[in-house]
């Protein structure tokens, strides 16, 4: 595995701007080696390792793209014109010539007849006992579909690095591909830390609470090219931080960790990467967000994400998921945004990234959840998508576009 050097991040700020951040991941971070095939119906969600060139055209051979009766357009004339009717080919029939000056039932999928280049549709039709009647005008090459017309013989039908979902899942099956050199998935480790977190199932003690971003992290997790090890809880102590990041390193891609990255005394995370690797930035301008880490020890890199649960969810999408699609070798993904109108006020800071969560209700307009708070779940539950405010930004009127990300492309 190719590790990365403790100070192959040559950045010497600590408050990076989000866009700083991805620029940073993408220029250092190498993807891992490793190769696998796999069978295509447990590639979903895979990487792509080299171009799939097509073996065969798509589709295969000329077809009928409708149920209706196939002809040679230069049998038309200036007038309408009868075909008599002779034969039929349905899906999965050899072609036939089409004996000339005729028209010939055909099925959607049957090969086209030889010598036939046009379809008139069963419902356009007009029959006349055992022939078909054709007005002048019609189209050249309607209704059927030439071999190749989706992929050519020989052409990439889908490049290195592609992120396998189920478009591409079907393409590759249409090409007749059974098997795919994938890359070999991320292998991520998820801890939480904090004295007060409490797994689910597991009694609540006074001044607990239950762990949810290892579960909200994991969930997010599912759907990037990566093998997760619930590596649990930590708790707040530099030593068993430390000596449980020394561990995951060795055997894992990247480490993620949420809480104890700020400032305070029981933050611990920060302390433990320097000690014994290197610290690359450990502040975000990103609301919610600030405060996050990102290290190398071993050769892994490590993101300290922050407690609080919303934050915790920005962070990941703003700096785990483009880290773990680079080291998966997959082509960037860029976060899905869509302008939509604003239907509230609201004043921000400059030089800093905000993301509200919002409804989208008809018009379509973008309202604000009504509640603030990085730790509110529910924020996350009763709204659509993440409102997206840049960092010159500092007063938002009711109508000004903003970009949105819906939860439905990014959870
Ligand atoms: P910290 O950054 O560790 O000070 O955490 C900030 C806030 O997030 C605190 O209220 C923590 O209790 C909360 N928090 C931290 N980790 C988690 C977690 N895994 N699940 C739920 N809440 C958490
Ligand atoms: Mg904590």
Not at 107 to 126: K, N, R, S
Not at 213 to 224: G, Q, S, Y
Not at 307 to 332: D, K, Q, S, T, W
Request: aromatic share 6%; with cysteine.
């Amino acid at each position: 595995m190719a590790q990365l050097s403790d100070d192959c991040f040559a950045f010497g700020g600590q408050l990076l701007s989000v866009d700083a951040a991805a620029a940073l991941i993408a220029e250092r971070i190498p993807p891992i080696e490793g190769l696998e095939r796999v069978a295509l119906a447990q590639a979903h969600g895979r990487v792509l390792a080299g171009g799939l060139v097509a073996r065969t055209p798509l589709p295969p051979f000329f077809n009928s793209a409708v149920d209706g009766y196939a002809f040679a357009h230069a049998s038309l004339g200036a007038e309408a014109t009868r075909l008599p009717l002779a034969g039929r080919l349905a899906a999965g029939d050899a072609a036939r010539p089409l004996p000339p000056g005729t028209a010939m039932r055909v099925l959607t999928g049957a090969p086209m007849p030889e010598g036939a280049d046009t379809v008139m549709m069963q419902e356009d039709a007009v029959l006349e006992g055992d022939a078909l009647l054709l007005p002048p005008g019609l189209k050249r090459g309607a209704n059927c579909r030439p071999a190749g017309e989706d992929v050519p013989q020989g052409a990439e039908a889908l490049p290195a690095g592609a992120l396998l979902t189920a478009p591409e899942i079907g393409l590759a099956a249409a090409l007749g591909f059974a098997v795919l050199d994938c890359r070999r998935p991320v292998r991520v480790g998820v801890f939480s830390t904090g004295n007060e977190l409490a797994s689910p199932g597991q009694p609540l003690g006074p001044a607990q609470t239950y762990d949810s971003n290892r579960f909200t992290l994991m969930a997010m997790l599912a759907r990037l090219p990566v093998v997760v090890t619930d590596l649990g809880i930590l708790p707040d102590r530099e030593d068993a931080t430390r000596a449980a990041l020394a561990a995951a390193a060795c055997d894992h891609d990247v480490l993620i960790t949420s809480g104890g990255v700020s400032a305070g005394e029981e933050d611990h995370v920060r302390a433990a990467i320097e000690s014994f690797g290197s610290l690359v930035f450990w502040r975000l301008a990103v609301k919610p967000g600030r405060p996050a880490a990102l290290g190398v020890v071993g050769g892994t890199p490590v993101l300290g994400l922050p407690g609080n649960p919303v934050a915790a969810v920005v962070c990941f999408l703003h700096l785990a998921r483009p880290l773990i699609l680079r080291l998966a070798g997959a082509i960037e993904q860029p976060l899905p945004r869509f302008p939509v109108p604003a239907g509230f006020h609201h004043r921000k800071k400059a030089g800093r990234r905000e993301y509200l969560r919002v409804r989208i209700e008809p018009g379509p307009v973008a309202q604000r959840f009504e509640r603030e708070g990085a730790g509110l779940l529910t924020s996350l539950t009763q709204s659509h998508a993440f409102c997206e405010l840049p960092e010159e930004m500092t007063q938002l009127e009711p109508g000004t576009l903003v970009q949105v990300l819906p939860f439905a492309a990014i959870f």
